[in-house]
C-alpha cells in the first residue's frame, strides 16, 4: 500500500542519522517543514562538476575546480594598520604552478595553518579566483582533504539552495542517509508501480550527473513537475466543484451591530478606490450562502492592512471572531500596534497571540479567545495551535498568503464552522496564470497606491563603487534616514554563511555609529530586537545589516535608503518585495542595486528592469519570462505558489494537461491523486 510510505515520509528529520534538533531546526529555516518529505521535495539547483585537475594552468577566473596542492608557507592573517588581511596558504601544483589559500575569518587564525602544515599535500576544490597580479587564489575551499580521501569530495556535487548554518556536505549526508533507508523500506513496503516510478525520479535529481538531469524538461524533472500541477489541479477542481456546485454552505450571518460608519469615521486616511472596490467585494461575499474564498493581490504599500481591518470590522458587526495570520511574530506585533488603536477607538476587544506569549499571559488569552470576547484576534501559527478555540469563528485571513502552506489553512478553517476565508499577497501573480494557479479562489486586484506617495528612485551600481556609495548616504543619514543593506547568504562555505553580512557590518560601522546587524544565526529573541529597535523611530540605530531574514512587510516609515548587495543573485519579484521596504513615508526613497563582477547579461537586464518600472504586475510578468532554472535567491518570497519542480515558464504546457487530467478524473486516478495531494500538500476544503 502506498500509505505505508508515509510514515517514513512524516519522520522528523531530527531522528536521521547525524542530523538532531539542532541542525533539523536549521532545516525548517530553508525548507519551511522539518520531515524527510520536506527534504525530498527541496531538489538541488544545479550540479557543480568536481573532476580532479592537474594543474591551475589553463583553468578560467571562477571555474571551480579540484586539485592535488603541496603546502609551501603560511601567511597568518589579522588586522594591520587597520585593514583587515586574510590568512594566506601558499601552496604549488604537482606542475609547481602557485595557487594560494586564503581564508577571511580572523577568528580562525590558528586552526588553519595548524591543519595545512608545510610540505604536505591535500587535494583543494573550490572556486578560482585571479587577482589583479594573476596569481591564483580560492578562497574559502569547499573541500580540504588528505590525498587518501580524495573520494569524499563528489565527481559531481549537487548544489541544493542553502540557508544560513547548513552547509552543501550536510545536505548531502542527509541526501545518503535518507536514501539508503528508503532503499531498505521499498523492500518492505508493497508499493504500487506509480508510486515506485515517482521515487525512482526523486532519486534522479538528488543525484544528479549533469545539469540536464535538473533542466525543466529533463525526463525526471518533467515528471515530478506533472506530478506536482496534477495534485494541485486535482484539489483545485475539487474545491471548485464544490463551491459552484454550493455543497458546502453556510448561514448568512445576521447583522447586530452598527460599527462600519464609525469606522469611516476614524479612518485615518482616505480610502483608494481600490481599497473601497476591494472592501464592497468582500462585504458583498459575506451575503453569499457560500463562505468566501478570496484572494487580494495588492503591490508592496498598496493598504491591504485597511482592507483586512474593514473584513474584521463587519464581521465583528455580526458578533462573530476573526484572526489576522502574519508569517511573523515581528508583522504581527505591527500589525496589533496599528490595528489595536482603532478597536479601541470601536470598542473591540483586540488580541495578539504568538509564540511568545507563555503561562498564565497565554491562557488568560485562550480563555478570551473561547469565551467569545476577543473580536479581532491577531498573531502567528500560535492561533491554531490544538489548544486554541473560538467561541464562534467567522473570518480568517491570511497575510502574506503565499507563507503559509494549504493544509494550515485547513487547519485554520476547522477552528470554525467553514469560516470565511481571506488571504493578501504582495506579489501580483500575472494575469495569464491566476486561473489555473488560483482556481478556485475570487480575486480582488488593488492596483492603486495611496495618493501622494513618491516613486521609489532605483539605480545599479557595481560593488566596487561601494565607498563612494557610503559617502553619499552619510548625510541623508546623518539627517535621520534610516538604511536597510540587505547581503545574501553565501552559498556555502566552510566556517559559515553569514561571513558576508558580519563583515559588511564592521565595515560599516567605521562608517555609522548606529549600525545593528541582523542574520539567520541570531537566535530568534535577538533577531526581534534589533529588528525592533531599528523600526523604532526615536533610536539611534540608523542602518541595519541584515541577510534576507528581515521581515516581508515590515513598516518602517523612516527608512528611505534600501541597499541590496548582489542584487543580480535575486530574483525580480525578491528584489521588489525588499525594495517595499522603503517609500512608505511621505519622503523620497532610493534603492540602490549593487551587482558583482561576475553579473551576467541577463543578470543587468534583470536589474534594469527594477531601474524602470515600480509596478508589481509588470514585474510579475517580466520575472516569469526571465525566471531561470531556480539559481535565484529569495525565490520563498517571490509570491507565487511555492511549486517544488514546476517551472512558471518552461511548464505552461504541463499546466494545461494537468489540469484537463484533473476535470476529467476518474475514479481509478482518485486514489493516485489523493497521494499526491497529501505529498504535495493540497488539502481541499472539503479535507479529503
Ligand atoms: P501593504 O499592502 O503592503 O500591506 P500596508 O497596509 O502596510 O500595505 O500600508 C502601507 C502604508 O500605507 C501604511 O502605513 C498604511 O497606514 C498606509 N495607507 C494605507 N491605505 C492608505 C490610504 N488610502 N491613504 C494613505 N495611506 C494609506
Ligand atoms: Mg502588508
Known amino acids: ?406 493544509s494550515q489553512r485547513t487547519t485554520m478553517r476547522a477552528k470554525g464552522n467553514h469560516p470565511d476565508m481571506l488571504a493578501l499577497s504582495a506579489t501580483p501573480i500575472p494575469r495569464t496564470l491566476s486561473m489555473t494557479v488560483y482556481g478556485d479562489m475570487d480575486i480582488s486586484i488593488i492596483n492603486e497606491k495611496p495618493a501622494g506617495r513618491i516613486p521609489i528612485k532605483t539605480t545599479k551600481l557595481p560593488i566596487e563603487r561601494v565607498d563612494a556609495l557610503v559617502q553619499r548616504i552619510a548625510p541623508q543619514v546623518q539627517n535621520g534616514s534610516k538604511v536597510f543593506w540587505v547581503c545574501p547568504l553565501v552559498e556555502e562555505s566552510e566556517i559559515s554563511d553569514m561571513t558576508a553580512a558580519e563583515e559588511r557590518y564592521e565595515e560599516l560601522k567605521k562608517h555609522f555609529h548606529g549600525t545593528g546587524l541582523c542574520h539567520g544565526q541570531m537566535d530568534k529573541k535577538q533577531r526581534d530586537k534589533v529588528m525592533e529597535e531599528f523600526a523604532d523611530p526615536n533610536s539611534q540605530m540608523r542602518v541595519l545589516v541584515s541577510t534576507t531574514v528581515i521581515e516581508v512587510g515590515i513598516d518602517v516609515p523612516s527608512a528611505t535608503i534600501m541597499v541590496i548587495e548582489n542584487a543580480e543573485r535575486f530574483g525580480l519579484a525578491a528584489l521588489h518585495q525588499l525594495r517595499g521596504r522603503v517609500g512608505r513615508g511621505n519622503l523620497q526613497s532610493y534603492c540602490i542595486l549593487l551587482y558583482g563582477n561576475n553579473v551576467s547579461p541577463d543578470g543587468i537586464k534583470r536589474l534594469d528592469v527594477l531601474c524602470e518600472t515600480d509596478d508589481g504586475f509588470v514585474i510579475a510578468e517580466q520575472d516569469l519570462m526571465m525566471r531561470g532554472v531556480g539559481e535565484l535567491l529569495g525565490t520563498r518570497q517571490s509570491g507565487w505558489i511555492q511549486y517544488h519542480f514546476v517551472n512558471y515558464r518552461e511548464h505552461r504546457d504541463l499546466f494545461k494537461l494537468a489540469q484537463t487530467a484533473a476535470v476529467n478524473n476518474n475514479s481509478e486516478d482518485e486514489d493516485w491523486a489523493k497521494t499526491l495531494r497529501q505529498i504535495f500538500n493540497c488539502s481541499t476544503v472539503a479535507g479529503a
Open 1 to 406: 500500500m502506498d500509505n505505508e510510505i508515509f510514515d517514513f515520509f512524516n519522520t522528523d528529520l531530527q531522528f536521521i542519522h547525524g542530523v538532531g534538533p539542532v541542525l533539523a531546526a536549521k532545516f525548517n529555516d530553508v525548507l519551511g517543514g522539518r520531515s524527510v518529505l520536506d527534504f525530498l521535495l527541496h531538489i538541488p539547483s544545479y550540479v557543480r562538476p568536481r573532476e580532479i585537475l592537474d594543474s591551475v594552468i589553463g583553468a578560467q577566473n571562477g571555474d571551480t575546480i579540484t586539485i592535488s596542492l603541496q603546502i609551501k608557507s603560511h601567511k597568518k592573517g589579522g588586522v594591520f594598520r587597520g585593514r583587515r588581511m586574510p590568512t594566506q596558504i601558499v601552496c604549488a601544483d604537482k606542475f609547481a604552478a602557485p595557487v594560494t589559500i586564503q581564508f577571511f575569518n580572523t577568528k580562525f587564525l590558528d586552526y588553519w595553518t595548524e591543519k595545512l602544515p608545510i610540505g604536505q599535500w591535500r587535494i583543494v576544490s573550490g572556486k578560482l579566483d585571479y587577482n589583479n597580479r594573476g596569481g591564483a587564489i580560492i578562497n574559502h575551499p569547499d573541500f580540504i582533504e588528505v590525498p587518501e580521501n580524495a573520494y569524499k569530495i563528489p565527481k559531481h556535487q549537487a548544489i541544493y539552495p542553502s540557508g544560513e548554518g547548513l552547509t552543501q556536505k550536510t545536505f548531502s549526508a542527509v541526501r545518503d542517509q535518507i536514501f539508503k533507508i528508503m532503499h531498505e523500506r521499498i523492500a518492505a513496503y508493497k508499493l504500487s508501480e506509480r508510486m515506485l516510478e515517482f521515487l525512482d525520479a526523486l532519486e534522479h535529481v538528488h543525484y544528479p550527473e549533469t545539469n540536464e538531469d535538473l533542466a525543466p524538461n529533463g525526463t525526471y524533472m518533467a515528471k515530478l513537475a506533472y506530478c506536482e500541477l496534477y495534485a494541485h489541479q486535482s484539489a483545485i477542481a475539487i474545491n471548485k466543484r464544490n463551491r459552484t456546485e454550493s455543497k458546502i454552505t453556510r448561514p448568512v450571518r445576521i447583522k447586530k451591530y452598527d460599527l462600519i460608519p464609525k469606522f469611516y469615521e476614524i479612518l485615518p486616511f482616505e480610502l483608494t478606490g481600490a481599497q473601497q472596490r476591494t472592501i464592497d467585494e468582500i462585504f458583498t461575499d459575506f451575503q453569499k450562502p457560500i463562505p468566501m474564498m478570496r484572494l487580494v493581490q495588492g503591490d508592496v504599500g498598496s493598504g491591504k492592512t485597511m482592507v483586512a481591518m474593514a473584513a474584521m470590522v463587519k464581521m465583528a458587526e455580526t458578533g462573530a471572531q476573526s484572526v489576522l495570520l502574519a508569517p511573523t511574530d515581528t508583522l504581527a506585533q505591527q500589525h496589533f500596534a496599528k490595528l489595536k488603536t482603532m478597536c479601541d477607538k470601536l470598542g473591540l476587544v483586540c488580541d495578539i497571540l504568538t509564540g511568545r506569549d507563555k503561562g498564565v499571559n497565554r491562557r488568560e488569552k485562550l480563555i478570551s479567545l473561547k469565551s467569545g470576547r476577543t473580536k479581532i484576534a491577531i498573531g502567528t501559527h500560535a492561533l491554531f495551535s490544538a489548544d486554541v478555540e473560538y467561541k464562534d469563528l467567522g473570518l480568517v485571513i491570511i497575510d502574506e498568503q503565499h507563507r503559509f502552506g494549504v
